[in-house]
């Protein structure tokens, strides 16, 4: 079945360092890609998605392209922010069909000032 | 900005009790959701939930659980006779569509012992 795979955390960086977060999938038929964020004591929260292959999705900064050759939707931010603390979920979905989203399981990030 | 509201926000049951966790999802939704997260698993979807019926449920969703829409604001997930497999963290989210993007909960921490 549809499976999502994500680096393992914790990851620790410092302020304005360079992020990657590792996501690939496995699907059949032609998924949408998701990135959430759960910041502590909140709830999941949509960062960015991609609908279809070398779609980018772009939000605060994150960014991730959906690579359909190498089935890959890695998280990619420039300079991180002690804000930016948070665990991150990589998730597909059926295409049109959000209803059974299917996730990997987390990487915890922290950003050290 | 309107939100998800889930209550309580920490349960501890003991095996063999009913429990009922309830969300309040935003108000002008119309697909209800929920997933779960077992402790160091993967966020797992359970149901979802369209004009006062179930339209998708995964396997772990058996005969122990029920979804509900009582009144006009909120949506329940009811454990009949919880296990010890039963605790988790559980998510409810809505979205205006099947492909509209799902708005979560901070969800409710279930212990069972």
């Known amino acids: 079945g549809d499976s999502v795979t994500q680096m393992e955390g914790p990851v620790t960086l410092s302020e304005e360092a360079f992020l990657t977060i590792n996501c690939t999938y496995t699907a059949t038929g032609y998924p949408s890609l998701f990135w959430y964020v759960q910041y502590p004591g909140e709830g999941l929260q949509l960062l960015l998605k991609a609908t279809k292959a070398d779609d980018k999705g772009s939000n605060k900064g994150f960014e991730a392209t959906y690579r359909k050759e190498t089935t890959s939707f890695h998280l990619e931010k420039g300079s991180v922010q002690v804000s930016d603390s948070a665990v991150y979920f990589c998730?597909?979905?059926?295409?049109?069909?959000?209803?059974?989203?299917?996730w990997g399981l987390g990487t915890s990030l922290a950003v050290n000032p | 900005e309107p939100e998800v509201t889930q209550t309580p926000s920490h349960q501890v049951t003991q095996m063999g009790q009913e429990v009922i966790l309830r969300c309040v999802p935003i108000s002008n939704h119309l697909y209800f959701y929920w997933y779960r997260q077992i402790l160091g698993q993967k966020v797992e979807f359970l149901v979802s939930?369209?004009?006062?019926?179930?339209?998708?449920k995964s396997e772990i969703f058996d005969d122990q659980f029920s979804v509900e829409r009582p009144d006009g604001s909120n949506f329940t997930l009811k454990i009949r006779s919880t296990k010890l497999e039963d605790s988790a963290m559980y998510f409810c989210?809505?979205?205006?569509?099947?492909?509209?993007?799902?708005?979560f909960g901070e969800g409710s921490r279930l212990t069972v012992l």
């Open positions: 998730a597909l979905g059926d295409a049109g069909n959000n209803r059974k989203l299917i």
């Open positions: 989210a809505s979205s205006t569509g099947p492909a509209g993007e799902l708005f």
């Open positions: 939930f369209y004009n006062n019926e179930i339209s998708e």
